[in-house]
Each structure stands twice: as C-alpha cells, then as structure tokens.
C-alpha cells in the first residue's frame, strides 16, 4: 500500500463516518408540553357564546371558503375540518387543521393547528386574523 | 491611427456574438423575474381582502327550500354533469368536494418556450422555460341554512385551479417538473353556468345575495 492510497482510504473512512450514524434517539422533550407551546395553544384556541356546534363548525368552513381554502376533509360528529392553500404562484403553502367542541353548557370552544410549508405557524396575528374571520362569518351572516 | 494586428481581428469576429451574450442576460433575467418571486408573508393567507364580499357574492346564491339533503344531491349530480369525481361529502356540515384532471397544455406557451430556447441558444446557452402539462379543477360546495329565513339555504361554491408544471432548464440549472400551482377561477360566467344548471335541476330560482 503506497502512501497514496492510504490517504485515500484514510480520507473514505472519514467520509463514510457520516453514513453510519447509529440508531438516533428520540429527544426526550418530544412529547413534553412546554411553556411555548402552551402559549402557542391559549393563541390557537377561542371560545365562542354560542351553543350549537354544528353551527360554529359550519361557521368555520365558511370563513375558509372567505379565505379562499380548500375544504378537504370535514367530520360533523367529530367537529374536525382540515384545509388547505397555496400562495400566489405556488409559493408556500397552508394547512391546518380545526376541531371545533363544547365547551360547558353555553360555549363552544375552536382550536385552529396551522402550518406554513410543513412547519408550525407561531405567530399569533395569523390566529387572530383566523378568528377574526370565523366571527364574522359566524355573526354577521348576510340573508 | 488604426493600427490593427491579428489578435484584434479576431477579437472584432468574435464580438457580436459576445456582445449578444450580454445582451441576453439582461434579457433572461427580465424573463425569469416573473417565475422567482419572493415566499408570501404567512398573515395575508389568514387576511380578508377587499375582494372577499365581492368573491362571495359570485359563488353564492340563496335558493327558497329548507331540504338541505336535496340541496345538495342536487348539487352532486351537477358537479357530475360538468365531469367532477366527488371525493368527499359531509352531509352534517352541508359539504361536497369534487375534483376533474384535465390536460394543461397551451400552444402559446410552448411558442414562447421555443423563441427563448432559440434565443438561448444564439447566446450558446440552453433555456427551457417549464410549461404547464396538467391541471385539476377543484370544487368545494357548501350548504348554509340562512341566519334571517330558515326556510331559506345559502348555496357556495369555489373552484380553484391547480397547474403543474413539466420540467425545464436554465443553462446547466435542471428545472425539476411538478412545480405546483393554484389558483381559484374568479370568471363570474363559470360560476353563473354553475348555478344555472344546479336551479334548473331543482326547478327552484336561484336568488344572488
């Protein structure tokens, strides 16, 4: 073995170190609550003086429609719906997800999870905006 | 004055076509500014426009009937009159959704992608701006018994269009296809034939809000 192909070989072994990473754990955080996320929750969740859910659920999807979202899926029992969206030209894309359930007697509580391109969307304007437009179009109904 | 030796005679033949490549960055780059364009703030997804009332006007008519199971089968078999597949339907919510594939292809722009493939290669470098190939037209119905008139339903549907894109090239850039993009149909006549069609199949009027 000339001194060339040891460097060779010295340099594959390093090269190939990045391959063979090992089994990697989870992080033990993974499924802990912590106090940004429980920010992140009180901004995505708005309880409504209203005690029909169908109503407030049919209030949700039609305050996507006004956004412009595609209702994928909708489950009335479950109060679940998930839609979607592309920005202008295909640049970046929303989805989320909202669950719509009693809350007490008289209340009805939405939780709203949206994503920008894959990641969670953390800024809680966007939430207000959202809830802004389930209000409206849960209040001031036209005809 | 002139003085000219070999080497600057064939730096003027060379020339023009030098000339021409920098004549044709500017060019190219005028071209492709319209398919990069910066990632979209994530609030205006969640804002209402002032064009949002106008949009709802266009994709709502009230129809006088409290059956909103009729409302909506009715507006399924049109959806299947027009060659929609419904994919999903929610009868608690009053909700369809229906979808048709249908080729994208248009003879202008595959002219353009030619004169800018020819235009690349006279500047010796290979543009092939992509075109789109395929598209789906998605429609999303929805039912809504009126806040004021419970004998009356609100009817509202949207139709978005999505267009994916085959695969290009700028110089020795590879531009992978299925580049995706969407758009919802804002044509009020699409939307007047929908309904047209969806009040004569219920032999009910179909009042604009």
């Known amino acids: 073995m000339n001194a060339r192909t040891r460097l060779f070989a010295f340099s594959l072994v390093f090269l190939l170190q990045a391959c063979a990473g090992g089994p990697q754990k989870a992080p033990k955080e993974l499924l802990a609550l912590n106090e940004a996320q429980m920010k992140i929750r009180s901004f995505q969740t708005r309880a409504f003086d209203v005690k029909d859910q169908n109503k407030v659920l049919r209030g949700v999807v039609a305050s996507l429609q006004d956004l412009g979202f595609i209702v994928e899926r909708a489950n009335g029992p479950l109060g ?64 | 004055m002139l003085t000219t030796t070999p080497n600057s005679k064939i730096s ?12 044709l960055l500017p060019i190219a780059v005028g071209l492709f500014s319209g398919c990069v364009q910066p990632m979209p703030k994530v609030q205006s997804f969640f804002e209402v426009t002032p064009q949002t009332a106008q949009h709802r006007a266009l994709q709502t008519r009230m129809f006088d009937t409290s059956d909103e199971k009729e409302l909506l089968s009715a507006s399924a078999a049109v959806l299947q009159d027009l060659g929609f597949q419904v994919e999903e339907s929610v009868k608690e919510v009053g909700m369809l959704r229906a979808a048709k594939e249908r080729g994208a292809r248009e003879y202008g722009q595959e002219i353009m992608q030619s004169f800018v493939f020819l235009l690349g290669l006279l500047g010796q470098t290979s543009i092939l701006v992509p075109v789109d190939v395929h598209q789906q037209i998605n429609a999303t119905l929805v039912t809504r018994r009126s806040e004021t ?61």
Do not use: C
Not at chain 1, 94 to 114: D, F, I, M, S
Not at chain 1, 121 to 134: L, R, W
Not at chain 2, 12 to 23: D, G
Not at chain 2, 182 to 193: A, N, R, S, V
């Open chain 1, 80 to 143: 679940l719906v998930t839609a979607g969206k592309f920005g202008p030209n295909g640049h970046g894309f929303v989805e989320l997800t909202v669950v719509v359930r009693a809350k007490g007697e008289e209340q009805t509580e939405v939780r709203v999870n949206a994503l920008f391109n894959t990641k969670p969307i953390e800024d809680p304007k966007v939430y207000q905006n959202f809830f802004i437009a389930v209000e409206r179009s849960l209040f001031n109904s036209r005809g």
């Open chain 2, 12 to 23: 003027s033949v060379q020339k023009p076509a030098r000339l021409f490549r920098w004549l």
């Open chain 2, 149 to 209: 008139d419970a004998s009356r339903f609100s009817v509202r549907v949207l139709f978005h269009r999505s267009i994916w894109k085959g695969d290009g090239q700028s110089d020795r850039q590879y531009i992978p296809p299925g580049i995706q993009s969407l758009e919802m149909i804002t044509d009020g006549k699409i939307y007047q034939q929908f309904f047209a069609k969806l009040s004569k199949s219920l032999f009910l009027e179909a009042h604009k809000i």
